[in-house]
């Protein structure tokens, strides 16, 4: 009995004074990273089709022409921020704004540095389909969406008019707008992209009026072309307080961030995904194979290099 | 999937029964009587009072920054999390190289021998075409991916459950205290918890795995503890009698003779650790979730039953081959392990110096475009419509009306203090007073967490839905015990229902029935039909033969028999259907909120989207709360039986 306590005891003086070094929970990579020796990037995927584009054509560059394995992991925007500064993942290449995680991370801890633009303007809106804005004109000024409330009304929308919201990951003042213009709407989230879009397409093939909250870029204009319904101008700083918001959404200049280690270490990957850099018609070129002609990501994106080597050669350099 | 115990049959008589319920309603009544007008007086309104709410907001919020401002310095994370985390990733991470150093054909090799050797040549035959079939759907990498963590996971649950079990087999004390442990465990549906385990590790495999211990853990811990608690007291005896020393004895018989329960429980554990994989996904494990994830991110059905399918595959070739194991019939004239090894062993090295270590490139088979072209025909000819019966659009809306909102409307109408008598009622009525407090304990913890309305609400989509799966699932269950064609013509159908991920259904719901509660219902009785029929039939097959065969000397029709006999003696199966369909139910209602459902799922979903504790928390405890009052009003007293059944 003796024997074995101080066998114990000198096992656990062992491992203290040895192996049991502090384990940094902010230098975990992902278990499947660099399998095979293999050098490996790993990316965030957000769950709209154009953050699905920025990482299909980085994939593919980083796997045909720099020899990289890049895994990809699908997270919302604000877990993606956790997940790259614990070293989850190595890249965020579309961020929509997010102050609070930039001042945490960027700025005080350090463990997330900034990757650059993407060289995307993003703009989050209201939209009506457009054969509904030709029949009614003035439809796409927010002081007249009273007078056609009943025009959106669904089962889901309790007698008033249906705003249809999309995921819970997406920023929106709507519920704060709908109160404070006083409008005769119900906010209903569709709960993802895919139902949004998948619901929009349905009104869109019988011609049905429907209100939604949109953003641009966004593949789906060009399969059903919408029209911004003009809210309240925008002005620095009228939504700050959350609850009061009663103007429009700004036009956000989309950005990229890395993992700080990665971007010091990362070597070729690291500089490449810095560089990349593209416009909103090419984005929006490889979204539409990949969901409207339903392409593997990845083959959209080989389509898309193969015919834009002038754009993305200028990212290797 | 798995075998099912139903208790024995009780026949009470009927009218005790009855004298007895009265006697509670009537205590029930008088309670009521004293209670509620002073609750109406105090706090009038029908939704709970603003008074007794406490409010969380504050302090989860604190303890989130807390704990982000923590996570790299704090010793509880250096000493603690963060070997658990590492420890996870390395087991993970091994597997993983492991599975990728013997390369596809290897991997197929050993499973196919493990399954010769365990279950015969057809079942190693199946094994290997399912690995086959996971590399044909271009999908070989996600599914060594998920392989690798569903390892680590079930070796974790296997072990975490074994221990508990053991506890709980070898002290009546320390059964008496896990047993709500592990009911609790049981009921809580995993999407409502994947947020304080995020919070904690992080998105990613360590998170992922947590996870799924919490979700697979029960079933081995109470499958251990049955088969402990069970073992033939005879033999115990004489192995005592032979002077065995109490470890002996446990390790000498009690363990080997608890062989079958021990087996039962890796193959639920198995099982439900699938289900969790894509769960999972959504805090971003990789593997096949993933895949299935991302698919519907771009509205493509067709990718994500591509990689549906081989979960769906690895579920039933897991599932058969832990079967097999558990029959214990050892089988003569197939090879032993060395050899098994060896041939492993022997293949994965010809593949390597083939330098064929990758699925080959070129075998792989589109499966996604056919399936997208059958999905886009159905949302265009039965969306809207058709003549006469309408479109699915119109259903959804006509459902949504007139089913939905009256139900919600109407519970959301209830004073508060009525809907908690409602629930005592019930619940004490199909079980014990416990239960009973246990129901309206739950109810109430609601009300104070302040989520009465969202949760009246998500409890409106939970009933209308389970009353849609008992007609179908009733309908179908008798169907099926009454022939056997039809059984077996329904066992594939019910299987693939059963493991396909619940996300799958997603999309092709939002095509049919278009945003909003209608969607989320649906999928939820498709998820929940199976369980339903396979029980329903189950137990109307059990009904005593002696019973039915005195009814038919009678002259009782073919209608008499299953309204006078057969139901009224399946009467606990049904109500293990029902309780089964109930939480089933609830963990899909909740996903809903990612088609529109709203209320408690949107919070949820929310919560981890946005990494927002104070609503994503409250809403999981509130689902939480649900799922117990729900188990509880629809739990037979007695009842042994294991999620997922």
């Known amino acids: 009995m003796r024997r074995r306590t101080t066998a114990l005891v000198g096992s656990l003086v062992l491992l203290t004074a040895t192996g049991c070094g ?94 650059g633009d993407l060289g995307v303007t993003g703009h989050i809106g209201w939209f009506v389909p457009t054969y509904l804005a030709k029949q009614h004109p003035d439809i796409t000024d927010w002081r007249n969406l009273n007078k056609y409330a009943s025009l959106f009304r669904t089962a889901e929308s309790g007698g008033k008019g249906q705003l249809m919201d999309g995921s819970p990951s997406y920023v929106t003042n709507d519920k704060a707008l709908v109160k404070n213009l006083k409008l005769d709407y119900q906010v209903v989230f569709a709960g993802s992209e895919a139902a949004q879009i998948t619901q929009m397409k349905q009104f869109a093939k019988e011609k049905k009026p429907f209100l939604t909250y949109w953003y641009s870029p966004q593949w789906l204009f060009r399969k059903v072309p919408m029209t911004e319904v003009k809210l309240p101008a925008y002005k620095e700083g009228c939504d700050a307080d959350p609850a009061k918001v009663a103007c429009a959404y700004p036009h956000t200049p989309l950005q990229k961030y890395l993992n700080a280690d990665f971007a010091r270490t990362g070597g070729r990957a690291a500089a490449f995904l810095k560089k990349f850099r593209w416009t909103t018609e090419d984005q929006n070129e490889v979204s539409l194979m990949i969901a409207e002609q339903k392409l593997d990501p990845q083959e959209a994106a080989k389509k898309w290099v193969d015919s834009h080597p002038a754009v993305w050669k200028k990212w290797l350099s | 999937m798995a ?34 007008p002073w609750a109406a007086a105090h706090w009038p309104g029908a939704t709970w009072p603003h008074q007794l709410t406490v409010h969380l907001d504050k302090p989860l919020a604190t303890a989130s920054d807390w704990v982000i401002d923590n996570r790299d310095s704090h010793p509880l994370f250096l000493y603690f999390f963060g070997y658990i985390s590492n420890a996870v990733i390395l087991a993970v991470r091994g597997v993983y190289l492991t599975l990728l150093a013997a390369g596809w054909a290897g991997v197929t090799a050993l499973s196919a021998l493990t399954a010769w050797r365990l279950g015969g040549v057809r079942l190693a035959a199946g094994t290997a075409a399912a690995f086959l079939a996971c590399g044909v759907l271009g999908m070989w990498v996600p599914t060594m991916q998920t392989l690798a963590l569903m390892v680590v996971a079930v070796l974790a649950s296997v072990l975490v459950g074994a221990l508990l079990g053991l506890a709980a087999g070898l002290s009546d004390r320390l059964d008496r205290a896990l047993r709500p442990v592990l009911d609790t465990m049981q009921v809580l549906p995993a999407f409502a918890y994947l947020l304080p385990v995020v919070l904690v590790f992080g998105i990613g495999v360590p998170a992922a795995v947590l996870a799924t211990v919490v979700y697979a853990a029960p079933p081995m811990a109470r499958l251990t503890a049955l088969g402990l608690r069970g073992a033939d007291p005879e033999v115990l005896e004489a192995v005592e009698s032979l002077g065995a020393t109490r470890r002996q004895r446990l390790l000498t018989a009690r363990i080997p003779l608890a062989r079958k329960e021990l087996l039962l429980g890796l193959n639920q554990t198995i099982m439900m650790a699938l289900s969790m994989a894509v769960i999972a996904a959504v805090i971003g494990a990789g593997g096949l979730g993933d895949r299935v994830y991302q698919a519907l991110a771009s509205v493509d059905v067709g990718a994500a039953l591509a990689a549906g399918i081989p979960i769906v595959l690895l579920a039933v070739v897991l599932d058969r081959v832990t079967a097999a194991a558990g029959d214990g019939v050892t089988r003569t004239r197939t090879i032993g392990w060395p050899y098994a090894l060896a041939v492993t062993v022997a293949v994965a090295l010809a593949t390597r110096l083939l330098g064929a270590l990758d699925w080959p490139a070129g075998w792989s088979l589109d499966l996604a475009e056919p399936v997208n072209r059958a999905v886009d025909w159905m949302t265009a000819h039965l969306y809207s419509g058709v003549p006469v019966i309408g479109g699915t659009a119109d259903w959804a809306g006509h459902f949504t009306t007139w089913v939905l909102d009256p139900v919600r409307d109407g519970l959301q109408w209830l004073p508060w203090w009525s809907v908690l008598l409602l629930v005592a009622a019930l619940a004490w009525l199909i079980g014990t007073w416990r239960t009973a407090l246990t129901a309206v304990l739950a109810m109430a913890a609601i009300g104070v967490l302040g989520v009465w309305e969202p949760s009246l609400d998500t409890l409106s989509q939970v009933l209308a839905a389970v009353a849609v799966t008992l007609v179908l699932g009733f309908a179908t269950g008798i169907a099926a015990a009454r022939s056997d064609r039809v059984e077996r013509a329904l066992r594939p159908v019910l299987d693939v229902f059963q493991t396909m991920p619940q996300f799958v259904y997603l999309i092709p719901v939002v095509a049919l029935f278009g945003v909003g509660r209608a969607p989320a219902v649906a999928a939820a009785v498709v998820y929940a039909l199976p369980a339903v029929v396979r029980i329903t039939a189950q137990g109307l097959r059990q009904v005593d033969q002696a019973a039915l065969e005195s009814a038919r000397s009678l002259g009782a029709t073919g209608r008499q028999q299953l309204w006078q006999v057969q139901l009224p003696l399946a009467r606990r199966s049904l109500l293990l259907a029902v309780n089964q369909g109930v939480v089933l139910v609830l963990a899909v209602v909740i996903i809903g909120g990612l088609v529109g459902g709203g209320a408690l799922g949107y919070d949820v979903a929310f919560g981890l989207a946005q990494g927002d504790l104070a609503t994503g928390l409250v809403a999981g405890a509130a689902i939480v709360c649900l799922g117990l009052m729900l188990d509880r009003v629809t739990q037979p007293t007695d009842r042994r039986a294991k999620k997922g059944a």
């Open chain 2, 3 to 36: 075998t099912l115990s139903i208790p024995a049959l009780r026949t009470g008589t009927p009218r005790v029964l009855r004298s007895r319920a009265a006697g509670k309603l009537l205590l029930l009544a008088l309670a009521a009587a004293v209670l509620a």
């Open chain 1, 22 to 115: 502090a384990a940094d929970m902010t230098k975990q990579a992902s278990p499947f990273a660099n399998a095979g020796g293999a050098k490996s990037v790993t990316l965030s995927v957000q769950s709209w089709v154009g953050a699905q584009s920025n990482v299909a054509v980085a994939q593919y560059l980083l796997e045909h022409e720099l020899g990289y394995r890049v895994d990809t992991v699908q997270v919302d925007e604000v877990p993606a921020w956790d997940a790259l500064s614990q070293g989850r993942v190595d890249a965020l290449l579309e961020d929509w704004g997010h102050p609070d995680q930039e001042k945490r991370y960027v700025t005080d801890k350090k463990t997330i540095s900034r990757g």
